[in-house]
């Protein structure tokens, strides 16, 4: 069998089981209104127009959009206006929001989305942020974080180790912790395997890591 036509009824079927399993959940999932609440959605990702885009074009996460079935265009699909995001969130009963930043604009050229998610607060400020932090950026990542902690904005910081390519106990991530341990603030540090991107090996992420910023760090809030 020729080896591109293969590959393509193997991307065939991933995406149709894809929809049958998104079918499947829809069927069983519960009417609105009938979910009890109150709801703290701690991973929350805003499925605005340019977040979607963010996520479906960048290097990190496209490839790994495509080998788990992801229709790129349903994909896209999916995007809500901010009003509409808000209402969702207040139907269902959802009364915290997490959103969690990203910045690995020096490793992958994925630029920070801290901008745009101050939107989000401003719009509603019941929503709880974590901040986005490339620690590659030095003394400046360390400034951007206190002024957005102290402008009421933001409420904690996070890092993604995998994207950052660097280990949660580099020497690089020390100034980020005691910024936080300074600021009285947690930071969510991603732990876990670091599948489809180039460049990432899981001992970036290896849970033992963090036991280490742990034990240098006492009074470090850590949400991993």
Known sequence: MDLLKLQEELRETALQRSRDEKAA????????????GPIIDFRYRPNTKSIIGGIAESPIFRAGLIANGVDIDEFYSRARTMPEIIADLKEHNVIK???????AETTYGYKPNNPEIRQFVQACPEIFLGYGVDPHKGMQAIRDLDAAVKSGDFHG?????????????????????????????????TAGPARYTANTVMDYT????IDIVAKDFPDLKIII
């Open 157 to 189: 910081a996070a890092m993604d180790p995998m994207y950052a390519q660097l280990k949660s106990s580099d020497a690089k991530m020390y100034p980020v912790y005691a910024k936080c341990c300074e600021l009285n603030i947690p930071i969510v540090i």
């Open 97 to 103: 929001a997490v959103i969690v930043g990203r910045d």
């Open 206 to 209: 290896h849970p033992s890591e």
């Open 25 to 36: 959940n829809k069927a069983a999932a519960p009417a609105a209104g009938k979910v009890k």
